[in-house]
Antibody
């Protein structure tokens, strides 16, 4: 069974840092790109970042460029999102999802991890 | 960035109703348009990919159509479990933007 499980969320002060992790199982992790999507409380979905299977291709939404870094460790079947210089508006549930490619969308999602940026 | 605009933002419908949700892109996304269903406190669920392809395991009452800039999600006969929020997403280019969502509520 395909599973992705996020962890690492919590309360952090503005300007602080947090590292999210996503543990994958049930599929060959090194064959798939991965994506982070976030959802602010009571708001819609926002695509955040993508990393290809080999880490050669990486994309970010403009609002996190220069502050967030996506990475992966295929040997550990894990995806990461390093978040620095956090702002109030980064408060959200962060989901990781297996990226089936631009043709197929995001089929497998984790349950999400809540990041709260507040003083 | 490609802006995705859904209409309506919310709707009230009864069980058995036919429901249509529209999604318009600010520029062509070809057929690279996906639809998701999200229930409160849950992760989104992929319903439709490639504008009109039904994801495995999704009931056939869900269908998608369109290409270019105009897309539609149709639920042919609304069921109790379909009350949720629906999002379109373009996967033509990055950032792979989502629409703002359409909340389907019980009438």
């Amino acid at each position: 069974e395909v599973q992705v499980v996020e962890s690492g969320g919590g309360l952090v002060q503005p300007g602080g840092s947090l590292r999210l992790s996503c543990a994958a199982s049930g599929f060959t992790f090194s064959n798939f790109g991965m994506t982070w999507v976030r959802q602010a409380p009571g708001k819609g979905l926002e695509w955040v970042s993508y990393i290809s299977s080999s880490s050669r291709t990486i994309y970010y939404v403009d609002s996190v460029k220069g502050r967030f870094t996506i990475s992966r460790d295929n040997a550990k079947n894990s995806l990461y999102l390093q978040m620095n210089s956090l702002r109030d508006e980064d408060t959200a549930v962060y989901y990781c999802a297996r990226d089936e490619g631009y043709t197929y969308g995001l089929e497998y999602w984790g349950q999400g991890t809540l990041v709260t940026v507040s003083s | 960035d490609i802006q995705m605009t859904q209409s309506p933002s919310s709707l009230s419908a009864s069980v058995g109703d036919r429901v249509t949700i529209s999604c318009r892109a600010s520029q062509s996304t070809s057929i690279y348009l996906n639809w998701y269903q999200q229930k409160p406190g849950k992760a989104p669920k992929l319903l439709i990919y490639g504008a009109s392809s039904l994801q495995s395991g999704v009931p056939s009452r869900f269908s998608g159509s369109g290409s270019g800039t105009d897309f539609t999600l149709t639920i042919s006969s609304l069921q109790p479990e379909d009350f949720a929020t629906y999002y379109c997403q373009q996967s033509y280019t990055t950032p792979r933007t989502f629409g703002q969502g359409t909340k389907v509520e019980i009438k």
